[in-house]
């Protein structure tokens, strides 16, 4: 018998991973694959609880299908910045973009 | 006998061995194709957890379009791919450290806490309770119709932003 809290831990170790590599990497690109585990992760609670909790109640659901909506138009509008700013400064590093850095 | 735990640990197993390639290997190509890997463990666990078009979804929608998006975006900004120098910034160590902290505390809270048990009885087909409950005024008509608009901002403000401009030729 499968409980709550192993999806919750899984969820919680792909948030994690995803929280280390926003933190930690040069890369704007790898940096955007970080947010993306971390969404993913926010999506698999979603819907864990809302089949550990009222299954016939199909809130949890449709709320998960609106951050994938959300998610998809982060990873459009944050990789046609990456892009951008490839084109402008000819670096996809994230310790390089510092034109508004005081 | 029950198969559902047996085939969770090891897809989760599996799935967090690719997310930590993901986030930790040198050749972004390579974390990119971990990331479909990622993502198709998370499709197994959806349909784990009876939540089939959440699994549809995630084929579709993450590894369909965001992924293959990734990997076109690392393509076009080709010539830092072979990058020298390190893939991490000097405070690296400190952000795994939050990371771990961040999971340690989460995990110890989740499992002292007393959740409910597994409702009985089959789930059966949701995807036509989904599928009313967004078109319906009573439940989110209004969000379904904020998020398609949000992605038609999306779409226009990436192509505004991704068109090259004048000053950059």
Redesign the interface.
């Known amino acids: 018998m499968l409980s709550l809290s192993w999806y919750l831990t899984f969820a919680a170790a792909l948030f994690a991973l995803g929280m280390y590599a926003v933190l930690a990497r040069k890369n704007a690109v790898a940096i955007l694959m970080g947010v993306e585990l971390m969404l993913n992760a926010v999506i698999v609670n979603l819907v864990a609880f809302w089949r550990y909790g009222n299954p016939m109640d199909i809130a949890g659901q449709a709320f998960a299908v609106i951050v994938f909506a959300v998610a998809a138009a982060e990873a459009a509008v944050g990789l046609a910045l990456i892009i951008s700013i490839y084109r402008q400064r000819d670096t996809v590093m994230a310790e390089k973009i510092d034109l508004m850095k005081w | 006998m ?1 198969a ?2 047996i085939i ?1 640990l090891v897809v ?1 197993a599996l ?2 061995v690719a ?2 390639l ?2 930790t290997v040198r050749n ?1 190509i390579h ?2 194709l971990w ?1 479909v890997a ?2 198709f463990g ?1 499709a197994v ?2 349909v784990l ?3 089939g ?2 699994a549809t ?2 084929l579709v ?2 590894i369909g ?2 992924a293959i ?2 990997v ?3 393509m ?2 080709r ?2 791919m072979q ?1 020298v120098g ?4 000097s ?2 160590w ?3 450290i ?3 902290v ?2 340690v505390a ?2 110890s809270l ?2 002292r ?1 007393g ?5 009985g009885g089959d ?1 059966g087909d ?1 995807v036509l ?2 599928g009313r ?2 078109v319906n005024p009573d ?2 008509v209004i ?2 119709e904020v ?2 608009v ?2 038609i ?3 226009i ?3 505004a ?2 068109l ?1 401009g004048k000053q ?1 030729e």
């Open positions: 029950n559902t735990p969770f989760a799935t967090l997310a930590f993901v986030v972004l974390a990119a990331l990622t993502l998370v666990i959806f957890l009876d939540a078009f959440m979804v995630q929608l993450y379009a965001i998006l990734i076109f975006a690392v076009l900004t010539r830092v990058d390190p893939q991490r910034n405070n690296w400190l952000g795994a939050v990371a771990a961040f999971f989460i995990s989740l499992w806490t959740w409910p048990a597994l409702p789930v949701t309770a989904l409950s967004l439940q989110y969000p379904f998020a398609s949000l992605l901002i999306a779409l403000g990436s192509i932003v991704a090259p950059s």
